[in-house]
């Protein structure tokens, strides 16, 4: 652990960034919108990479490793390399953190009865993978294959997942190593045991009801690719010592900073805007409009690659005169290409919290709650430090996953006689069904409200993520002025789709039979704490559901132990989960989809998928969570990685 030592300062020295020096500057306090023609002095590079986040760390990177080509990359928010921005856990918490993160509302939504969500965006080199679980997950062929992009099939990206991971198997871990797993890139993914007690039961209780348990979803042989549904471990995106390994640490390290004098990385350096001009029927990069600090500056290029994510990537298309016509022109920007796609078909992951009481010593809340708190916290500070384990190398506590698709969920009913009901998985193939529900397992309370703790008591809490990961809902990110400063709409239109609130009724089913599976088959010690049907005023389950047991409510509450029994799953109202999800459900920040690559037929794409540029341009392109066409239903950073480096491969290619 002698990085707590030797990175405590914040990062490389200003020097080694000097944000925007190297630009020519234009005017103080001037929107690159009104600053006239570009200087003609300004400097040239052969490529700016804008954002130094998940997917341009790895661009930035790749094409400057060829000391002959010039790099630019511009990061709008900082470098952290201190101590605590390698701690999984505490790290994890600079997303509620406005230095670090940007976080922007949501516009009201309807399906969550006039509810914001919360839009979170690093703020730093390294991005959203800076301050995210640290969760690993590829994605199967099958997905990817239903793209119908030629380039992007699964067996297409195989190998820029494997190129870019550096894979640490602990030896209590019996994953086996598979020659699909990379070990030799620059990014290092960690698979190691479950700390927390709730883990074991959650992954044999999932196996029980048909999500069958794995050892390793991303190992195959034989071409097929990655598993797609089942239980596991989570894998995570660390170091053996149990340090973040974000993409920002994996791709540009401050010795790779230091020692390659033609890569420039400017920090805290927005992007208003690209500059174009019409050549040859085609809009051509010219350069960029840099703003830092309310001053304005300029840098040339004839190639801008935008991986500012999906939120902040199209804002910079729409800025620059790319986008959809009635936008632009009711903010004065001319339109240089009627784009409708630009900043459309948003979609997002968004969960719902199943919150149970369980043994405080398996909750995160261990180390913040009772006589023993700070012998707990100071014992595993110190397991961390000696070891690299322990709850300080698990991002927001969540270690164990499980994803299924919900057409293969069966549901019976209780009968009329008093039999229960019953959920499970129908058998099915594991790596050719997408799952469109992960349920995820954790030891905080998770929807915000956790001051009031739903008569936890002195326990601790478990709490189940249900997220719906094929959404067919999507909404949209608009500027709402020419400035960079100035944040933009974002509506997600959660839940406008109504196989949306069925698929997530079923997925909040599954979660609850994995739960009776924890504490009636299993004997894990595990109550409701607040799920739908469940009172915590009352300390009983709502009458609505109680006739689903037994004749009359009475006589399912003489059968029911106050908080450790649960009411059968199948027979919970609609209504009551309708009513819950509106009132606990939010965003997952896995935003994507915004600039999609397409065929040219699809009005809705952005992209060309053979060269990721702009339609109607040369020289612009995108490369991030945006450009997919719709969201993968994994965890996107191994995703956004891998698209980097087939994307980088293909410049150098083309440029040799």
């Not at 945006?626 to 950073?637: A, K, N, T, W």
Request: hydrophobic share 40%; net charge negative; glycine share 8%.
């Amino acid at each position: 652990m002698s990085f707590l030592f030797s990175s405590l300062r914040r990062g490389p020295k200003d020097s080694a960034l000097s944000a925007c020096a190297a630009p020519t500057r234009v005017a103080p306090d001037t929107p690159a919108s009104a600053a006239g023609a570009p200087p003609a002095d300004a400097p040239a590079y052969d490529a700016i990479v804008v954002g130094a986040g998940t997917a341009g760390s790895v661009l930035a990177h790749r094409l400057s490793q060829d000391a002959a080509t010039r790099v630019l990359v511009l990061e709008r928010g900082t470098y952290m390399s201190d101590a605590v921005a390698r701690i999984p856990l505490l790290s994890a918490a600079r997303a509620f953190q406005a230095f670090y993160t940007t976080n922007i509302h949501t516009a009201p939504q309807p399906a969550f009865e006039g509810r914001t969500s919360v839009v979170q965006v690093g703020r730093m080199v390294g991005g959203s993978s800076a301050i995210n679980a640290t969760v690993y997950s590829r994605g199967s062929h099958c997905e990817f294959d239903a793209w119908n992009l030629d380039g992007w099939r699964g067996a297409d990206l195989d190998k820029y997942f494997t190129k870019s991971e550096r894979l640490h198997v602990e030896p209590d871990h019996a994953a086996p190593v598979s020659s699909s797993r990379g070990t030799e890139g620059p990014w290092q993914i960690r698979i190691t045991k479950p700390v927390l007690g709730f883990n074991e039961p959650f992954l044999t209780a999932c196996d029980n009801i048909g999500i069958v348990r794995t050892p390793d979803p991303h190992a195959f042989e034989d071409g097929t690719g990655p598993v797609a549904t089942g239980a596991w471990s989570v894998q995570a995106a660390q170091t053996p010592d149990g340090s973040r390994h974000h993409a920002g640490f994996a791709y540009l390290p401050e010795n790779v900073l230091r020692e390659r004098a033609n890569l420039k990385l400017c920090v805290d350096a927005g992007v208003e805007r690209v500059q174009l001009s019409e050549q040859d029927g085609k809009l051509q990069v010219e350069g960029v409009w840099i703003v830092q600090k309310g001053k304005v500056y300029y840098a040339r290029t004839k190639r801008v690659i935008i991986a500012s994510g999906a939120i902040f990537s199209p804002c910079i298309l729409q800025r620059s005169g790319l986008g959809p016509a009635p936008l632009l022109k009711s903010l004065s920007i001319p339109v240089l290409a009627d784009l409708p796609g630009v900043g459309g078909h948003l979609t997002d992951h968004f969960l719902v919290p199943l919150h149970f009481s369980g043994p405080l010593q398996d909750s995160a809340y261990q180390m913040i709650r009772g006589a023993g708190a700070l012998p707990t916290l100071v014992r595993n500070a110190l397991t961390y430090w000696r070891t690299g384990r322990g709850l300080f190398a698990t991002a927001c506590t969540m270690e164990s996953m499980s994803y299924f698709p919900t057409e293969e969920v069966e549901i019976v009913p209780a009968s009329t006689d008093g039999a229960p009901g019953r959920i499970r998985l129908r058998t099915h193939d594991v790596r050719k069904h997408v799952p469109d529900v992960e349920l995820t397992v954790s030891g905080v309370w998770a929807d915000g409200k956790m001051p009031e703790y739903h008569g936890l008591g002195a326990r601790g809490v478990v709490c189940f993520l249900v997220l719906l990961v094929k959404p067919e809902s999507a909404g949209e990110v608009s500027i709402t002025s020419t400035r960079e400063a100035d944040l933009p709409t974002i509506d997600p239109a959660y839940l406008q789709a109504e196989a949306d609130m069925r698929a997530l009724r079923t997925g909040i089913r599954v979660g609850m039979a994995v739960a009776a599976q924890m504490r009636h088959q299993i004997g894990y010690d595990l109550g409701p704490a607040c799920v739908p049907g469940w009172e915590p005023l009352k300390g009983g389950w709502d009458a609505d559901c109680l006739p689903t047991l037994a004749p009359s409510g009475e006589e399912v509450k003489a059968k029911l132990t106050p908080d450790f029994d649960f009411v059968d799953p199948t027979k919970v109202p609609d209504a009551t989960i309708d009513a819950f999800i509106r009132k606990h459900a939010f965003g997952a920040q896995h935003m994507s989809s915004t600039c999609r690559m397409g065929p040219a037929s699809d009005p809705s794409a952005v992209l060309d998928p053979a060269t990721l540029e702009v339609r109607g341009t040369s020289g612009l392109s995108v490369c991030d969570a945006s450009i997919f066409p719709h969201v993968l239903s994994v965890h996107p950073s191994a995703a956004i990685v891998a698209a980097a480096e087939k994307y980088a491969d293909e410049l150098i290619k083309r440029s040799s």
